[in-house]
């Protein structure tokens, strides 16, 4: 096996990937977007490569991974064409209906929801949408909206780790690894299924006072009608043919991104009077933007051989106790991802297992100990994923608009419900690991 010997260029990109991950992941306290600072990281990091001769522009076109960024882009505007349908209201109210004031089966089935729609649609998007909702449900029936609020951020947490289009980790990692959309459901189905069934039993533990008030039944039947029907209906048979696509992708020969890209023209096709301008408006670019910026970052990182230098150091650790560097993997991601933004450490950890790959071993089991571990880690803190700052800042303009300020979702309250949550998850997935270790340590394409 080589062994790479440290040079100025590992530590011009070493330099630079450090100051800009600092810069990301402290922007709550210097105000700058992290978005800035991946663009920044991503200019310098040309420039220096081509100072010392490891990266260029055209090289750092080729390190960004077009399929995240393509399939990112069509599911947030097929998603922008569905909201004002008001389809997703009418699940919710309608599942408040049923529930009839039960506030655990409320849970239960709001949860069920989110958790399905999170398989397909980014946990922000998921939680963007009922995360209003949930808020007027509870009003309604003058409850703590808090058991519901943190359900949704945690269920779509984790129910994104399921599918590789459910959260953006997954999507770098599936790409990167070359797996396709059934086998990451095979592998990882199971686990979030068993993780989902003990983050809900332990989400009525952890909220067993709150649930346990019998609340006001009102009826929702008065509830305003789907505004379109005509492309609601649509909308979920062309979501039904696109969830087809992805199982058959790899026969077909298509990428995720192309499938979804289909999905999008059927859907702004059929419903003809689609202002493109406007759903096209409501794709989050700044988002994208950043993904394509971490990708130039990383992949200047890779070709300078930092990466790769410092993947030499893990390999007799991985190739002498596979188990153990799995597990140990899935544990640091997830309090790593709990502490800072889970897709800068998916793109910093990738070359590094392609990297041991390249040297023979085996690293089937480090994907998915990464996947269920940045996955589940989001669970952790209150800053552990987008979608839990969301709920966060919706709580807490809920306690100051309504004068209740116990409505509010703070860290110690995270703590409290959340972190907990998150152990109990990787215990779930560590529990599944060692005991199928031989099938999750099978290499990709046997």
Same mark, same amino acid.
């Given at each position: 096996?080589?062994?790479?010997?440290?040079?100025?260029?590992? /530590?011009?990109?070493?330099?630079? *990937?450090? !100051?800009?991950?600092?810069?990301? !992941?402290?922007?709550?306290?210097?105000?700058?977007?992290?978005?800035?600072?991946?663009?920044?990281?991503?200019? #310098?990091?040309?420039?220096?490569?081509?100072?010392?001769?490891?990266?260029?522009?055209?090289?750092?076109?080729?390190?960004?991974? +077009?399929?995240?960024?393509?399939?990112?882009?069509?599911?947030?505007?097929?998603?922008?064409?569905?909201?004002?349908?008001?389809? !997703?209201?009418? =699940?919710?109210?309608?599942?408040?209906?049923?529930?009839?004031?039960?506030?655990?089966?409320?849970?239960?089935?709001?949860?069920? /929801?989110?958790?399905?729609?999170? *398989?397909?649609?980014?946990?922000?998007?998921?939680?963007?949408?009922?995360?209003?909702?949930?808020?007027?449900?509870?009003?309604?029936?003058?409850?703590?909206?808090?058991?519901?609020?943190? &359900?949704?951020?945690?269920?779509?947490?984790?129910?994104?780790?399921?599918?590789?289009?459910?959260?953006?980790?997954?999507?770098?990692?599936?790409?990167?690894?070359?797996?396709?959309?059934?086998?990451?459901?095979?592998?990882?189905?199971?686990?979030?299924?068993?993780?989902?069934?003990?983050?809900?039993?332990?989400?009525?533990? =952890?909220?067993?006072?709150?649930?346990?008030?019998?609340?006001?039944?009102?009826?929702?039947?008065?509830?305003?009608?789907?505004?379109?029907?005509?492309?609601?209906?649509?909308?979920?048979?062309?979501?039904? &043919?696109?969830?087809?696509?992805?199982?058959?992708?790899?026969?077909?020969? +298509?990428?995720? +991104?192309?499938?979804?890209? /289909?999905?999008?023209?059927? *859907?702004?096709?059929?419903?003809?009077?689609?202002?493109?301008?406007?759903?096209?408006?409501?794709?989050?670019?700044?988002?994208?933007?950043?993904?394509?910026?971490?990708?130039?970052?990383?992949?200047?990182?890779?070709?300078?051989?930092?990466?790769?230098?410092?993947?030499?150091? $893990?390999?007799?650790?991985?190739?002498?106790?596979?188990?153990?560097?799995?597990?140990? =993997?899935?544990?640091?991601?997830?309090?790593?991802?709990?502490?800072?933004?889970?897709?800068?450490?998916? &793109?910093?950890?990738?070359?590094? $297992?392609?990297?041991?790959?390249?040297?023979?071993?085996?690293?089937?089991? *480090?994907?998915?100990?990464? #996947?269920?571990?940045?996955?589940?880690?989001?669970?952790?803190?209150?800053?552990?994923?987008?979608?839990?700052?969301?709920?966060?800042?919706?709580?807490?303009?809920?306690?100051?608009?309504?004068?209740?300020?116990?409505?509010?979702?703070?860290?110690?309250?995270?703590?409290?419900?959340?972190?907990?949550?998150?152990?109990?998850?990787?215990?779930?997935?560590?529990?599944?690991?060692?005991?199928?270790?031989?099938?999750?340590?099978?290499?990709?394409?046997?």
């Amino acid at each position: 096996m080589e062994t790479l010997v440290w040079n100025n260029a590992m /530590l011009v990109s070493g330099i630079i *990937l450090v !100051f800009t991950f600092i810069g990301i !992941f402290t922007e709550g306290l210097h105000g700058f977007h992290r978005a800035k600072f991946a663009l920044a990281g991503a200019g #310098s990091m040309v420039i220096a490569g081509q100072f010392f001769g490891f990266y260029d522009p055209e090289l750092a076109i080729e390190a960004i991974d +077009w399929n995240v960024v393509f399939l990112l882009g069509a599911m947030m505007t097929i998603v922008s064409i569905m909201i004002p349908t008001g389809g !997703f209201q009418a =699940l919710a109210y309608t599942i408040a209906d049923i529930s009839q004031g039960r506030l655990y089966l409320l849970l239960i089935m709001m949860g069920t /929801l989110v958790t399905v729609l999170s *398989l397909l649609l980014d946990n922000v998007t998921t939680v963007v949408i009922f995360g209003p909702l949930i808020i007027l449900i509870c009003q309604a029936l003058r409850v703590s909206p808090i058991p519901f609020l943190l &359900a949704a951020a945690l269920l779509s947490d984790t129910g994104g780790v399921a599918t590789l289009v459910g959260d953006p980790p997954n999507l770098m990692i599936g790409s990167a690894a070359d797996i396709d959309f059934n086998t990451f459901f095979a592998h990882m189905g199971f686990i979030v299924f068993l993780a989902w069934i003990g983050t809900v039993l332990f989400l009525k533990v =952890l909220f067993r006072k709150e649930l346990s008030v019998t609340p006001e039944a009102p009826s929702f039947q008065e509830r305003e009608a789907i505004a379109d029907p005509k492309i609601w209906k649509m909308s979920l048979w062309i979501l039904g &043919a696109m969830v087809i696509g992805f199982i058959l992708h790899n026969d077909l020969h +298509w990428e995720p +991104w192309f499938v979804s890209a /289909l999905g999008l023209c059927a *859907l702004l096709f059929f419903g003809k009077n689609t202002d493109m301008d406007e759903h096209f408006a409501e794709v989050e670019i700044t988002l994208l933007v950043f993904f394509m910026a971490l990708f130039i970052l990383v992949g200047g990182v890779e070709h300078s051989g930092f990466l790769r230098y410092i993947g030499q150091f $893990i390999i007799p650790f991985v190739q002498e106790d596979l188990l153990t560097a799995t597990i140990l =993997l899935m544990w640091v991601a997830a309090f790593l991802s709990a502490a800072i933004d889970n897709i800068p450490f998916t &793109a910093a950890m990738i070359p590094i $297992i392609l990297g041991m790959e390249a040297q023979g071993v085996n690293v089937t089991p *480090l994907w998915w100990a990464l #996947s269920a571990g940045v996955g589940m880690g989001g669970n952790g803190t209150h800053l552990g994923s987008t979608a839990n700052v969301f709920i966060v800042t919706i709580s807490e303009k809920l306690a100051k608009d309504s004068g209740h300020p116990e409505y509010a979702i703070t860290p110690s309250v995270w703590f409290k419900k959340g972190t907990p949550v998150m152990l109990l998850t990787l215990v779930i997935c560590s529990v599944v690991m060692v005991l199928f270790f031989d099938f999750f340590s099978t290499p990709l394409g046997n």
